[in-house]
């Protein structure tokens, strides 16, 4: 679950901390009764790949009126998304902690399809960009490109059942390329980016974010030097949720019952 992000601050102000969220509550809108929108607000990620010294990051998620995210602060760096007219997002800006620019991201699309995400610097020889594939409005596969001519550029590639990724295959573009397998299973409730912007969720990448659901287990392999697939770890979460349905904590824990990861949502409604 651990989520990998070529322009987005490694995820991963709360409002309001969802312990409960009545399925009943409506607000009013233009004389209608709707049900709000769940947004995260907040995810704290506490890593144990040295138990004795856990590593842990805080997201912290700002919308607009219109429920757009606009900003991400973690690890005191900030980006700022901007979108056009239709609801598409068209820059983010990204600022180190003492507010200067670092760089910033253009999106292309063709039709309602993103093809491409530049990330620009002063120094050019830093920009790179992030492509997409796409097979019935499904991502099936993104590509790195950190060169003009794209050589060994980094790829991922996704296996769907319905909506949710069930495999996801990642290759780390260089001299020696390292490819690495993640196989899913799924519970049937919402995952925490549900009302996140499709094309945000797109851009983060990742299966947990682009599936529905939240997976429940988690096969990591290697190929070895025969290129034979090695299973190296198997990691089962456990999902708590708040009457919205939605996880407020996942634990995910190794085959020998260490704790691997774990993650807190936090939401409000809009």
């Not at 979108?83 to 253009?106: F, Q, V």
Request: aromatic residues 14%.
């Amino acid at each position: 679950m651990k989520i990998k992000n070529y322009f987005f601050l490694s995820l991963m102000t709360s409002v309001i901390f969802l312990n409960s969220c009545e399925s009943e509550d409506v607000i009013e809108l233009n004389g209608n009764f709707v049900e709000p929108k769940i947004l995260l607000t907040k995810v704290t990620t506490v890593y144990y790949d040295n138990p004795a010294n856990p590593q842990t990051n805080v997201a912290n998620f700002t919308y607009n009126s219109k429920g757009e995210l606009t900003k991400v602060i973690s690890e005191g760096r900030t980006s700022n998304y901007e979108y056009d007219a239709t609801g598409k997002p068209i820059k983010t800006n990204y600022y180190n902690a003492d507010g200067t620019l670092d760089y910033y991201s253009s999106y292309t699309y063709n039709g309602d399809q993103l093809l491409n995400i530049k990330a620009i610097y002063t120094n050019p020889d830093f920009n790179r960009t992030i492509s997409y594939t796409y097979d019935n409005g499904k991502v099936m596969t993104s590509t790195l490109c950190q060169s003009a001519n794209c050589s060994n550029p980094s790829t991922s590639s996704y296996t769907y059942n319905g909506e949710n990724i069930t495999v996801e295959t990642s290759v780390i573009g260089g001299t020696f390329p390292s490819p690495t397998k993640h196989e899913y299973l799924y519970d049937n409730q919402l995952n925490p980016f549900t009302y996140t912007n499709k094309y945000l969720k797109i851009s983060f990448g990742g299966a947990y974010v682009l599936s529905k659901n939240n997976y429940t287990t988690e096969r990591i392999s290697y190929k070895d030097g025969s290129g034979n697939w090695v299973q190296n770890q198997h990691i089962i979460y456990d999902v708590q949720y708040n009457s919205a349905q939605l996880p407020t904590q996942v634990i995910g824990k190794n085959s020998n019952g260490s704790t691997y990861v774990r993650y807190n949502y936090e939401y409000t409604a809009q």
